[in-house]
């Protein structure tokens, strides 16, 4: 066993998975420690990079797990020694230093998810309150909770985008919370090399039986919570893995996407696979009877992770969670996120009414959330309330034919086409004398609509059948409900 930090306690054997604690020049086995499961990560232990020009290495792996999901903890060692940790959730990554508090860390209790608190006078606030447990382990540690054992672990976020992570670690006498503060990373500016090879990835995925018609289902994404049945639509739900008991719910009037599961294509520069597609329907708090709809795609990139392509009435728009915390202002009249302001669009009440393929966060229909969606120009930000988290998106609006060109669809560039949902007031270059016209319009196809309506039951059906729609006035800005 080879022991690279002065600051490293602890170490998994790569071999025979025994975990060994130092205590000076003496080392001890504890016992055997679970052999880490498959999460298909590009990173891997000795692989190296740069962070704000300090180089480090990959030396330790620790693989969490908590409600709605796992993670892993990636140990970083810097060649002076110091280390720090690369949080790795769902394609997400976080560069975290440890730092520590000029007054008492708070208990877990005191954190409230939602509210804002001062850090060294800094407000924060609070993203996440979770209970955790180790799942397994590898390489070289500073610390090694016991294996299953459940603590308390906080998160706090800043509008400049900072991360605060506080571990309480098991409950141990005079023991102290680990702090750790740092801020959002791609994986591309740490300038990584050693990484895993993408062709040694396995590719024999998962199957099994679905619960409801019996047809095979083929997971291909390690981290999928839930997924759909191609032949039923049923969605299933994958949280406590295929070993468990799978419950499903039975979906009606399947919706089919514009762009179609698996398809490939190349969006801001990088190459995405649509994986996961879901229909959504909103009304607004005063209007709960008008309802609009909107359709977004799950992109997966290996190194970039998950975003949404995000299709409604008024235009496309690919937007992906962000790791900080923005700022309501005004009454959440306008919001501010690493120093720009965003102006408030439209508010409503959202609801999941279809989904189709694989999900990294437990989806359900029916899911419901509360939306904002603000923006600057075509910069967009957007904030989904549920009853357990909020969750904010970044993106940018898209034209259409973009979209088309970059899944080679442009056969179909029509089909792609959106109109800006504005007043007509608003709409650039239209005069008075255009209004009129259009107004007129509108009151002369409104009096053929009252003559086509009076229905003589003599002559023709007047049966009446409703009909479903897949766009909407505004909104459509989200970014997917109910995921971390």
Not at 290 to 307: I, M, P, S, T, V
Not at 371 to 380: I, M, P, V, W
Not at 433 to 449: D, K, M, P, S
Not at 460 to 484: A, D, I, P
Request: net charge negative.
């Amino acid at each position: 066993m080879e022991f690279r930090s002065a600051q490293s306690t602890h170490a998994v054997c790569g071999y025979c998975q025994s975990t060994v604690v130092r205590d000076g020049d003496t080392l001890s086995r504890l016992g055997k420690m679970a052999e880490v499961f498959n999460d298909f990560s590009p990173l891997q232990l000795m692989a190296s990079g740069t962070f704000d020009n300090r180089p480090f290495t990959l030396v330790g792996r620790l693989q969490y797990k908590y409600s709605k999901g796992t993670w892993t903890e990636w140990h970083a060692l810097f060649n002076d020694g110091s280390t720090a940790f690369l949080s790795e959730d769902n394609g997400a990554y976080v560069f975290t230093l440890p730092t520590v508090l000029q007054r008492e860390v708070p208990t877990a209790t005191q954190f409230r998810v939602g509210a804002t608190t001062a850090i060294q006078g800094k407000p924060f606030s609070v993203a996440s309150n979770e209970q955790v447990s180790l799942l397994s382990a590898q390489g070289e540690l500073p610390h090694l909770p016991a294996l299953g054992a459940s603590f308390a672990m906080v998160e706090l976020r800043s509008a400049e985008g900072e991360v605060l992570s506080i571990d309480y670690g098991p409950v141990l006498a005079g023991a102290v919370p680990a702090l750790s503060l740092g801020r959002a990373v791609l994986l591309d500016e740490l300038k990584l090399t050693g990484l895993r090879d993408e062709s040694a990835k396995e590719e024999k995925g998962r199957q099994f039986s679905c619960p409801n018609c019996g047809t095979q289902v083929q997971v291909s994404l390690a981290t999928s919570k839930s997924i759909s049945c191609p032949s039923c639509n049923s969605v299933i739900d994958l949280s406590q893995g295929l070993g468990g008991e799978l419950k499903h719910a039975i979906q009606n009037e399947p919706v089919n996407p514009l762009i179609a599961l698996g398809t490939t294509g190349q969006l801001l520069g990088v190459v995405w696979q649509v994986v996961g597609f879901q229909h959504r329907m909103g009304y607004e708090p005063d209007d709960a009877d008008e309802h609009f709809g909107w359709d977004e795609y799950l992109l997966y990139n290996r190194k970039r992770g998950f975003a949404f392509l995000v299709d409604a009435t008024d235009g496309w728009s690919m937007v992906k969670p962000v790791t900080g915390a923005p700022v309501l202002n005004g009454n959440a009249q306008s919001a501010r996120y690493l120093n720009t302001t965003y102006q408030r669009q439209s508010s409503y009440h959202a609801e999941t009414s279809y989904v189709a393929g694989e999900f990294y966060w437990r989806v359900e229909r029916d899911e419901k959330t509360f939306n904002r969606d603000f923006a600057n120009g075509k910069s967009l930000l957007s904030q989904e309330e549920a009853s357990s988290e909020v969750t904010w998106s970044s993106g940018t609006k898209l034209e259409g034919d973009v979209v088309a060109k970059a899944f080679n669809l442009s056969g179909k560039q029509d089909l792609f086409k959106r109109s800006d949902a504005q007043p007509l007031s608003s709409a650039s270059g239209m005069g008075c004398g255009t209004i009129i016209v259009v107004i007129f319009l509108v009151l002369f196809f409104l009096f053929l609509i009252s003559r086509c309506s009076r229905c003589d039951s003599n002559v023709e059906n007047c049966s009446s059948s409703g009909t479903r729609t897949s766009s909407g006035s505004y909104g459509g800005f989200s970014g997917g409900g109910g995921h971390k």
